[in-house]
Nanobody, 120 residues
């Protein structure tokens, strides 16, 4: 199972960016999908997650600005980021809890990370 993140880049304060993450491989089922971020010198922190039933949770710092969504048949998750702030600058990671065809239990898989930089 692999997770491939895309999107990100450079945006000005108040601007928007869109991140996507696709899970591929011998997948039987994808449960919760999550975005985390890690700024330089800081610990990785939760950003948002979404269940297979589209129940969502957001960190307080991004509520009202970020929207997480997913496409279950395609095993993809998207993070639409609006009203960006310089403090949103970080490397963003996607994670998914996956039941693969070869493993009998759910396991967490991680994408490679994608950089988001917001200038003031």
């Amino acid at each position: 199972v692999q997770l491939q993140a895309s999107g990100g880049g450079l945006a000005q304060q108040g601007g928007s960016l869109r991140l996507s993450c696709a899970a591929s491989g011998s997948i039987f089922r994808v449960a919760i999908m999550t975005w985390y971020r890690q700024a330089p010198g800081k610990q990785r922190e939760f950003v948002a997650d979404i269940t297979s039933g589209s129940n969502v949770n957001y960190a307080d710092s991004v509520k009202g600005r970020f929207t997480i969504s997913r496409d279950n048949p395609k095993n993809t998750v998207t993070l639409q980021m609006n009203s960006l702030k310089p403090e949103d600058t970080a490397t963003y990671y996607c994670s998914a809890k996956v039941l693969s065809l070869h493993v009998g239990t759910f396991r967490d898989y991680w994408g490679q990370g994608t950089q988001v930089t917001v200038s003031s």
